[in-house]
């Protein structure tokens, strides 16, 4: 009996890496890990968001509108519970997503607003914070990479024959991805350059009427 219980538990393990479920349980962590990375990065980026928008506003205070916006984004990015069960649910990452499309269009209006003040680059912290800002919004885009590989992965294995049969037997779903269209807005990162102020726009000179 004890042979053949152990026969049988061997067969059930070789059936099991057979379909995959080996594969759906390491790239499941995979994706966890990677999303885990995606949060601290955004996470970071709220943090910063705080100081720059204290260094910024004595210098342009005449764009408070635009640091309104900026805190009033970041607020509803924070708002949201960015948790592992996240990826689980369409309806709140899309949420999430979107939150975070709005602060990071929020930030890239005032970074276009601030080259105009190339005085900023004197204030005391300000070039630490450019280069903090920087750093992070690349480390943002490659988590989102890392996360959109691990997730295309995930799912094929869980929607591919056979491994879709013990995904389904063991509840392995889908999870969420990046939308195209926000992958391609956030591929570029917002420039955070003042080192060159922003030239004003070239007046046209209007043609001379030809003698009628």
């Not at 900026?70 to 990015?77: D, Q, S």
């Not at 975070?100 to 300000?126: C, H, N, T, W």
């Not at 590989?149 to 929607?159: E, G, K, M």
């Amino acid at each position: 009996m004890p042979f053949l219980r152990a026969a049988f538990l061997l067969l059930l393990l070789t059936s099991l890496a057979g379909c995959g479920y080996n594969t759906l349980q390491k790239q499941d962590e995979q994706v966890t890990s990677a999303w885990s990375e995606v949060l601290n990065q955004y996470q970071r980026r709220a943090d910063l968001v705080p100081n720059l928008v204290n260094i910024v506003k004595g210098a342009v205070a005449a764009e408070k509108d635009i640091l309104d916006s900026v805190v009033e984004a970041r607020a509803k990015a924070t708002s949201i519970q960015a948790t592992p069960e996240l990826i689980n649910d369409p309806q709140a990452f899309q949420q999430w997503q979107a939150a975070q499309g709005e602060l990071s269009q929020a930030l890239s209006r005032l970074m276009v607003v601030v080259e105009r003040y190339p005085d900023l680059k004197s204030i005391s912290g300000f070039s630490d914070l450019q280069a903090q800002l920087e750093g992070t919004e690349n480390r943002i885009a490659v988590a989102r990479k890392r996360y959109i590989d691990a997730v295309q992965a995930y799912n094929v294995t869980v929607r591919s024959f056979p491994t879709n049969l013990t995904a389904k037997m063991f509840g392995h779903q889908p999870k969420q991805n990046f939308t195209v269209q926000d992958e391609a807005a956030i591929s570029k990162p917002p420039t955070v350059d003042f080192n060159t102020p922003a030239q004003p726009p070239q007046q046209v000179e209007p043609k001379p009427e030809s003698p009628g």
